[in-house]
């Protein structure tokens, strides 16, 4: 029997204060999954929505993974909560590459990346990419999928390839890790 990701989800719920930089976290308590990246990109930094950058995958393979009911838009991130996913990112400020980030300022977003979980309790954090969860973590490597030890208690970590249309990963490759996520998510229930 199929299990409907979708099913018994609050149609919204209180927030966070917003970032200090161009995007809001998009969290709400309960979430199932809750998405963290590096930072924004200067196009979703002008546009003030997640994963808005031209060549991003990220909204289509939310889409292909059956994480969404169907293809959202950057403009509807705001509306994740309602279905149970959310978006965070480990720096608040705009740039045109996480190459621009310090590792002392990747560093110290974990702080406030505990305080969200710590509020909003996830069941899966998904890095979008090994980058972000390395940065977050403090470890050498890491595998794709699920990990061993996660970063905060009761809340599964799962590393997904960059949605970046400038990762070198096919998108058929991509959408397996993200349907490792929606795999995760249902074996939390």
């Not at 393979?61 to 996913?85: F, H, M, Q, S, V």
């Not at 959310?86 to 110290?108: C, D, I, K, Y």
Request: proline share 10%; aromatic share 8%.
């Amino acid at each position: 029997m199929a299990m409907d990701l979708f099913a018994g989800q609050p149609a919204s719920a209180p927030s966070l204060p917003p970032a200090e930089g161009p995007l809001p976290d998009i969290v709400a308590p309960g979430l199932e999954c809750l998405f963290v990246g590096f930072n924004p990109g200067l196009r979703s930094g002008a546009l003030g929505h997640h994963y808005a950058g031209r060549g991003n995958q990220f909204w289509r393979l939310l889409a292909a993974a059956r994480l969404t009911p169907r293809l959202y838009r950057p403009e509807e991130d705001a509306t994740l909560p309602a279905i149970g996913l959310g978006s965070t990112n480990l720096v608040a400020r705009a740039t045109a590459s996480a190459a621009e980030l310090s590792r002392a300022e990747l560093r110290g977003g974990v702080p406030r990346l505990a305080r969200i979980v710590a509020h909003v309790r996830p069941r899966v954090l998904a890095y979008t990419g090994k980058g972000v969860y390395l940065a977050a973590t403090g470890l050498p490597d890491a595998p794709w999928g699920v990990q061993e030890r996660p970063l905060f208690d009761g809340v599964a970590d799962v590393v997904v390839p960059s949605p970046s249309g400038l990762a070198r990963l096919s998108f058929e490759e991509k959408l397996r890790w993200f349907r490792e996520v929606r795999a995760e998510i249902l074996r939390r229930r």
